[in-house]
C-alpha cells in the first residue's frame, strides 16, 4: 500500500493543475468533462508520457471499432474506410476538447449494421444447411480483416450461422433445437445494443482510450468502479472468477483463490461459458450477451447453486462442453492463506527422502482487517518444515497472479541475506530500488519455485529476484505471465468536481505509472521469468501471455542493482537436473499426453479453422471419446510407488500430528474400487488433459483431478537438488 501512495502523490499535484487551466469551467456536460479528464490524466499520469495526438488517435479509433466489432463481421472495409479518413486523426482533438460525437456517431453505424444483419440471419436459420459441403470457417476472427463489402459480409455470416447451428447440432448438452437457439441469441444480441445509452457508448470509447495506452489501464465506469471496489474487480462475486467479453462469450480470465471456481478444480482460466442454468432449471444461452447481464446471472444469495454450460479451453471441438455445479459462497480467507505439505518418497537412488512443498494462491497482506501477511504466515509454516527436518522445498506459484508488492519483498528476504529484491522506474525515468533490509534467513536448503503462465506481477518478483541471487532453481512453463507494470486507480470526480461536475458518479482510471526491473536489471515486463528447467503443460503457449495483449508495454531494462549472489547456475547444478528431467519426462506417459495434447492445441490455433463437414466433425470428436478412454484405461493398468504426504495448515501448524492425505497403496486401493478421485492432495491448475475425464476411471467429476504430471516431476527435480548438494557419500556418513 506504501507504493501506491507514493505513487499517487508523485502523479496527482501537475494533473489537478493542467485539469483546471485546460477549459472553461462550465462550458462541458458532465460526459464530455469526464472525457477531457481521461484524455489529459493519460496524457500527463501514464507511464509513457505519450501524448494524446494523431498516433493514439488511430489506436483509439481502431480500438474502439474492435470493441464493437471484436469478429470482425457486422463493419464492412467501406465501413472502416470511412471512419478512418474522418476520424483517423481526428479523435485526439475531439477527446481534449470534450466532443464525444464521434463515438455515438461510430456506434450509430455499429446499430444500424447489427439490425440489418439480425433481419438476415431470421431468415438465414429458416433455410435447409448443406453439413455435408468441404468449407470451413474461421474459429477466431480479431485478426481477420473486415469484410471488403455487403456481400463478403453475406458469404461470411453464411458459414458463420452453419457453423453454429451444427454447433448445436453436435452438441452434447443441446439447450433447444438450433435454429430458435440461434434466432433467439441474435435477437437477444440487437435488445443489447438497443440498450446501449450514451453513457454507455461514452463508457466504451473511453476505455478504448485507455488501453490505447497499454492493456492494463482501464476507464471504469460508476458501475465498473463499484465491483472492483468490492473485491479487487471481481466480475463474478457469487463463484470467484473474473469475466471478460470475447467474440460474444463470457470468457474465463482469472480465478480468485479460494473461490468456489477455483476450489472446485473444474474451470480452467480461458474456458468460455455458454449458458447458465439456476439450480435444477433449465440452461438460459447466454452467448452475445452483455457481460453485466452475464454476471448477473451467475451471481446469487450465498449457498445457493448455479450450474454453467461451458466450452472447455482446450476442446478440440465448441460443440463439446461440459456441466459445472458450483455452490455460490463469500470467497474463504482460509482458502487464500498460505499452506505446506510433508512429502516422503524415495529418491533415485532408493533412498529416503523428505521434501517440503509450500502452495502460494496470492501474496495477501492485511486482508480484512486479519492482521495476517503472506510473510507471517510462510515464516509459521516453514519453522514447523524446518523442525519436521525436510531436505528441500518447492514454492508452488502456478495459481499465484500477484498482489501486495511489499509482501514480494519481504517473503524474498525470506531466503536470502539483506540485498536488493526489486527496482522500479515512473514516468519520470527515475529508479527506485527496493531492498530486504533484514540479514536473517528463515530457510537456507535446497529451493525450487514451480510458475506458470498465470503466475504474474509479484510472482514474478518474487521468483526473478531468487533466481537472480542463485537461490533457486525455476521450474515450470517456458516463461511466467510477463506483467511488469504497476497500476494505481484514480478517481474522475477529484479532478471534474473542481470544475463543477459531479463526483463519485465519475467513474475511475486505472492507470499504469511504473514498471519493475529485475536486480539484475532485465524488466519482467513481457519476457516474464524464464524458467531454469521447463516442463510440457497445456497453459504453455505465447497466447497466454502478456504479449498476446494489445498494446503491450515494450520490453528494456535498467542498469542492475548492486548484489552479492547466493550461488551460480553451476552451484545450483542446473545442467545435470535439465539432463536427469529430460530423461523422465521423455519416459513419462502422463507427459506423453501432455505433449500430444500441446501438439494438437498449438495446431488448432494456428489453423484457426473448423469444417462444416458434420461426419468429419463426429469423427474428430468420436476420436476425441476413444483417446480419453484408452487413456483411462491405461492410467488404471499403471503401478508407481506413491509417497507420503502430510498436509500442514496455518491451524494445524503447532499440532503434534499432521492430518496424512496420501500414503503408499491408496491409489492402489482406489484403482481395485474404480474410483480414485479421493486421492489427490489438490487439483492441479490446468493439469486436466482430458476435459472432464482427468481422473483415472473418476466415477465422481466433482473431485480434484489425481494426475499432475508437473507436480510430481518438480518433486524428482527437488529430490536431485538435495542429492547434489549433499554430495557423494563417504564410508563414514553412509554409517
Not at 216 to 244: C, P, R, W
Not at 265 to 279: E, H, M, P, Y
Not at 475 to 496: A, H, P, Y
Amino acid at each position: 500500500m506504501k507504493t501506491f501512495l507514493r505513487s499517487c502523490a508523485a502523479v496527482l499535484p501537475g494533473l489537478v493543475v493542467v485539469a483546471l487551466t485546460s477549459q472553461p469551467l462550465l462550458a462541458k456536460t458532465d460526459s464530455e468533462q469526464i472525457g477531457v479528464s481521461v484524455g489529459r490524466l493519460l496524457e500527463e499520469g501514464h507511464y509513457t508520457h505519450h501524448p494524446l495526438n494523431d498516433d493514439m488517435s488511430r489506436k483509439l479509433l481502431n480500438g474502439y471499432l474492435d470493441l464493437l466489432d471484436f469478429s470482425h463481421l457486422f463493419f464492412t472495409q467501406q465501413d472502416v474506410d470511412g471512419f478512418t479518413a474522418k476520424y483517423a486523426t481526428a479523435l485526439d482533438d475531439d477527446v481534449l476538447l470534450g466532443n464525444l460525437k464521434p463515438a455515438h456517431e461510430i456506434f450509430a453505424v455499429f446499430q444500424k449494421r447489427v439490425e440489418d444483419r439480425v433481419t438476415k440471419i431470421k431468415e438465414l436459420v429458416k433455410q435447409p444447411m448443406d453439413f455435408k459441403t468441404d468449407d470451413s470457417v474461421l474459429i477466431n476472427r480479431q485478426k481477420a480483416p473486415w469484410p471488403k463489402d455487403a456481400a463478403e459480409a453475406d458469404d461470411l455470416w453464411q458459414k458463420r450461422i452453419a457453423s453454429e447451428l451444427l454447433q448445436e447440432k453436435l452438441a452434447e448438452h443441446p439447450i433447444e433445437p438450433g435454429p430458435q437457439l440461434v434466432e433467439r441469441r441474435y435477437d437477444r444480441m440487437l435488445r443489447t445494443v438497443h440498450e446501449e445509452d450514451d453513457e454507455e457508448q461514452v463508457k466504451l470509447f473511453l476505455d478504448a482510450l485507455a488501453q490505447a495506452y497499454d492493456p492494463h489501464s482501464e476507464y471504469l465506469s460508476q458501475a465498473d468502479l463499484k465491483n472492483f471496489t468490492i473485491n479487487m474487480g471481481l466480475s463474478l462475486v457469487g463463484i470467484g472468477a473474473m469475466l471478460k467479453s470475447e467474440d460474444g462469450y463470457a470468457k474465463i480470465e482469472s480465478l480468485v483463490p479460494g473461490g468456489p471456481a477455483q476450489t472446485s478444480g473444474k474451470i480452467k482460466v480461458g474456458d468460455r461459458i455458454t449458458a447458465v442454468a439456476q439450480g435444477a432449471k433449465d440452461f438460459n444461452d447466454v452467448r452475445d450477451m452483455r457481460l453485466d447481464k452475464v454476471v448477473d446471472q451467475i451471481r446469487g444469495k450465498k449457498g445457493t447453486k448455479v450450474r454453467l454450460l461451458v466450452i472447455p479451453a482446450n476442446a478440440p471441438d465448441p460443440s463439446q462442453r461440459k456441466t459445472i455445479e458450483l455452490v455460490r459462497d463469500k470467497i474463504n480467507l482460509k482458502d487464500q492463506e498460505a499452506r505446506a505439505d510433508i512429502i516422503l518418497k524415495k529418491d533415485r537412488n532408493g533412498e529416503p527422502v523428505k521434501l517440503g512443498w509450500l502452495t502460494l494462491p496470492s501474496f495477501y497482506a492485511d486482508m480484512e482487517g486479519h492482521n495476517k501477511s503472506t510473510t507471517k504466515d510462510v515464516l509459521a509454516l516453514l519453522k514447523r518444515l524446518k523442525k519436521e527436518k525436510i531436505g528441500g522445498l518447492v514454492i508452488d506459484l502456478r495459481r499465484n497472479g500477484g498482489g501486495s508488492l511489499e509482501e514480494a519483498i519481504s517473503l524474498t528476504g525470506l531466503f536470502i541475506k539483506s540485498g536488493p529484491i526489486v527496482q522500479t522506474k515512473g514516468s519520470n525515468d527515475r529508479v527506485v530500488i527496493s531492498t530486504d533490509p533484514d540479514p536473517d534467513i528463515a530457510y537456507d536448503g535446497p529451493l525450487v519455485v514451480l510458475t506458470s503462465r498465470q503466475s504474474a506481477s509479484a510472482s514474478e518478483i518474487f521468483a526473478a529476484a531468487l533466481q537472480d541471487y542463485g537461490r533457486a532453481v525455476i521450474v515450470g512453463d517456458k516463461s511466467s505471465f510477463g506483467k511488469g507494470t504497476v497500476q494505481t486507480i484514480l478517481e474522475i470526480g477529484r479532478f471534474t468536481s473542481l470544475l463543477g461536475t459531479r463526483s463519485q458518479e465519475d467513474g475511475a482510471l486505472k492507470l499504469t505509472i511504473q514498471k519493475f526491473y529485475r536486480v539484475a536489471g532485465g524488466s519482467t515486463q513481457l519476457h516474464g521469468v524464464t524458467s531454469d528447467i521447463l516442463l510440457p503443460t497445456l497453459t504453455d503457449l505465447p497466447e497466454f501471455g502478456e504479449g498476446a495483449l494489445k498494446n503491450a508495454l515494450p520490453y528494456d531494462e535498467v542498469p542492475p542493482a548492486r548484489f552479492t549472489k547466493w550461488s551460480d547456475s553451476h552451484q545450483l547444478f542446473i545442467s545435470e537436473l535439465k539432463a536427469r528431467s529430460a530423461a523422465r519426462v521423455a519416459a513419462d506417459p502422463e507427459f506423453h499426453y501432455v505433449m500430444e495434447d500441446m501438439e494438437r492445441l498449438r495446431k488448432k490455433l494456428d489453423d484457426n479453422r473448423i469444417t462444416l463437414n458434420e461426419d468429419t466433425r463426429r469423427k474428430e470428436l468420436n476420436e476425441e471419446k476413444t483417446r480419453k478412454e484408452t487413456r483411462s484405461k491405461d492410467r488404471l493398468a499403471r503401478t508407481s510407488e506413491e509417497p507420503s504426504i502430510y498436509r500442514l495448515t496455518l491451524d494445524t501448524v503447532d499440532s503434534p500430528k499432521l492430518q496424512l492425505i496420501m500414503y503408499p497403496g491408496k491409489i492402489a486401493e482406489a484403482k481395485s474400487k474404480g474410483d480414485v478421485s479421493k486421492v489427490a492432495p489438490e487439483a492441479a491448475p490446468d493439469s486436466d488433459t482430458e476435459g472432464d475425464d482427468s481422473d483415472i476411471a473418476n466415477a465422481d467429476d466433482s473431485k480434484p483431478a489425481a494426475v499432475d504430471p508437473e507436480r510430481d516431476e518438480t518433486l524428482n527435480i527437488l529430490s536431485d537438488l538435495v542429492q547434489l548438494s549433499q554430495g557423494p557419500k563417504t564410508a563414514s556418513t553412509s554409517r
